[in-house]
């Protein structure tokens, strides 16, 4: 068997090595132990007790002798099953802690400008759009287009129908090269519109609530994102000057 499949569900490289040299040996003392297991004598005591306080080790005293024993491989299965418990009540602490992040974060001076790098960073902070309009709200994007990067297709797929299933509209103006081939999602209570051919480009533009989100849909896309009012006001002065002489599909 793969020693790492034991390490991948929590146990060290040396509870590992201590562990299946148990297996083999059966019941023995720490010095069999050790040579079986090649680890320093002076080190399989703090590892047998790790392991048994995970439950995976076993011992008996023979006169003033401790003698130790591997539990039966089953018990791995109560061991992972212990690990989710505590997993499940880290992350239920992580839930209740957040809100309390949240107001540390607010109270916080915000940056006039974030930067975010690579596909993971940019369709997060797009994904996040939803999350922070409020249902049946609406925001603006100018300059739509799916860019150099084949993955933004299917997210923006997924995208519109989870816009739609919160109601939230979307005004959009789309580059002209990408007329007729938007995703079908994207019309989901939505009102189109497409620039003139001279205003194609990879950027795109979204307005909502108090900020704005620039993106640069290369290959590896980069985003930036700004906040405040008055940033906004300027960037939808903007957009509905273009809107003005965007030309919806016939």
């Known amino acids: 068997?793969?020693?790492?499949?034991?390490?991948?569900?929590?146990?060290?490289?040396?509870?590992?090595?201590?562990?299946?040299?148990?297996?083999?040996?059966?019941?023995?003392?720490?010095?069999?132990?050790?040579?079986?297991?090649?680890?320093?004598?002076?080190?399989?005591?703090?590892i047998l007790d790790r392991l048994m306080d995970k439950g995976l080790v076993g011992h008996v005293l023979k006169g003033k002798v401790k003698y130790f024993t591997g539990v039966e491989p089953k018990r791995i299965l109560e061991y992972m099953d212990k690990k989710e418990q505590e997993l499940q009540q880290k992350k239920k602490m992580v839930e209740d802690l957040i809100p309390q992040l949240e107001i540390e974060q607010n109270m916080a001076k915000?940056?006039?400008a974030v930067v975010y790098d690579g596909f993971k960073a940019v369709t997060n902070v797009i994904r996040s759009i939803i999350d922070e309009v409020k249902e049946k709200g609406e925001y603006l994007v100018l300059g739509a287009n799916y860019g150099e990067n084949p993955g933004f297709r299917p997210f923006f797929h997924n995208h519109h129908i989870k816009r739609n299933k919160k109601k939230i509209k979307v005004k959009m103006l789309v580059n002209y090269d990408t007329k007729g081939k938007l995703e079908k999602t994207t019309s989901l209570n939505a009102e189109i519109k497409y620039l003139p051919q001279q205003f194609i480009s990879i950027?795109?533009?979204?307005?909502?609530?108090?900020?704005?989100?620039?993106?640069?849909?290369?290959?590896?896309?980069?985003?930036?994102?700004?906040?405040?009012?008055?940033?906004?006001?300027?960037?939808?002065?903007?957009?509905?000057?273009?809107?003005k002489i965007g030309k919806k599909e016939k």
């Open 1 to 46: 068997m793969d020693p790492k499949l034991l390490q991948e569900i929590g146990l060290t490289e040396g509870e590992t090595k201590v562990y299946l040299a148990l297996l083999r040996l059966g019941e023995t003392k720490t010095g069999p132990l050790a040579k079986e297991a090649k680890v320093s004598s002076s080190k399989v005591y703090k």
């Open 110 to 112: 915000k940056p006039e």
């Open 203 to 243: 950027m795109t533009i979204y307005l909502y609530n108090d900020k704005v989100l620039i993106v640069m849909f290369k290959k590896s896309p980069t985003a930036f994102l700004m906040q405040g009012e008055e940033v906004v006001s300027s960037f939808r002065t903007y957009f509905n000057t273009f809107w």
